[in-house]
């Protein structure tokens, strides 16, 4: 009788592992569509054949009696967009569940997926894979450079398992923990006519110079907006631009001068661009920020640990930066 029932509960016990695999393989082929735009391009991405993620996806829309993609343009339903933002989760959190297992072990293993704005990631990633390597060679990394307003919602839909991005941020599920401050400049040419100024800017110096400018909205523009107002300047833009490395690009390039992070500036160019200090300027926060809800794995709290004592190392530390007290 004793054999009966174990016999039953091991038979149960692979039925509900075959299902689960079965549905997860379903919610892996809607994300994979949702994430590069075709069924072809799904499969390529899952190593698998088109035939397979049609099925899937039919499969899953008949278990929830709702059409998840519409056939006629390829895109998500809004029930397909309500599954996808769930599916992004339960595929992460069973990511997380494997490294949590393997961290009992003392092994730190699984890929963690990073945004992190351009300016940042200039002088900070290199640095994080040398110490990626040195203390956790079994953990992968995967990088995404972006802006702070596009790479908040991919951290808050479970694209990206945490964000260095520029303080504060909008999102409500997000959590942020301060990383560093640096120093802003006015960032212009060798032989501009600031630059050979030895008297302190001011932030007056600011209301008469076409500056490349972040977008209006964004964090960065906002600050300076607010800065600027009270004291009737309204800053003049030769032109506004999504994005701080683009900016710095440009201004590197001669397109103009730009307000900038002391750390924007690479040390090949340190002798041809001058950065300008300009009193009232305040310093630029750049934070870690992850979603409040769920328990981050292993390789996530093992590489938050690790930006941390990367940034702290005071060898190599970009001038103008600045840690929190």
């Keep these: 009788m004793y054999t009966t029932a174990s016999n039953q509960s091991s038979s149960l016990s692979r039925y509900l592992l075959s299902f689960y695999a079965m549905e ?16 072809s ?20 829309e008949k278990e929830l009696g709702a059409p998840l993609i519409d056939r006629a343009d390829g895109r998500l339903t809004e029930e397909g967009t309500v599954v996808v933002a769930r599916a992004r989760r ?22 963690v997926r990073v945004g992190m704005i351009g300016t940042t990631a200039r002088w900070l990633v290199p640095r994080l894979m040398d110490a ?23 951290l808050a839909n ?27 400049m ?34 960065f523009r906002d600050e300076l907006d607010a800065l600027t107002r009270p ?14 490395r683009l900016i710095a690009s440009l201004t590197f390039e001669g397109y103009g001068p730009a307000i900038l992070p002391a750390t924007a500036i690479p040390a090949i160019l340190a002798d041809r661009f001058r950065p300008v200090p300009v009193v009232g300027l305040p310093r630029r926060r ?32 970009p001038r103008g930066l600045h840690l929190p007290d």
């Design 231 to 244: 004291l009737g300047i309204t800053l003049l833009p030769a032109a506004e631009i999504d994005g701080l």
């Design 158 to 184: 479970g694209q990206l398992d945490l964000a260095v991005l520029h303080l504060p941020v909008s999102g409500r599920d997000l959590v942020t923990r301060l990383l560093f401050e640096e120093d802003l």
């Design 90 to 111: 339960i595929l992460s959190e069973l990511d997380a569940l494997l490294s949590d297992v393997a961290a009992c072990k003392d092994e730190v293993t699984g890929t």
């Design 132 to 154: 990626v390597t040195q203390r956790h060679p079994k953990l992968r990394l995967v990088i995404v450079e972006g802006t702070t307003t596009g790479l908040e919602p991919q």
């Design 24 to 39: 997860l393989r379903h919610l892996q082929a809607l994300t994979a569509i949702s994430d590069h735009g075709t069924f």
């Design 286 to 317: 750049v934070g870690v920020a992850q979603r409040s809800r769920g328990l981050p794995s292993a390789p996530t709290r093992a590489l938050i640990e690790l930006l941390g004592s990367t940034v702290a190392q005071p060898e190599g530390r």
């Design 186 to 219: 006015l960032v212009v040419p060798e032989g501009h006519a600031l630059a050979g100024d030895d008297r302190p800017l001011g932030l007056e110096d600011l209301a008469d110079l076409e500056l490349l400018l972040p977008l209006p909205g964004t964090s």
């Design 41 to 60: 391009a799904a499969a390529e991405h899952l190593g698998t054949v088109q035939s397979n993620i049609s099925a899937h996806v039919a499969r899953l």
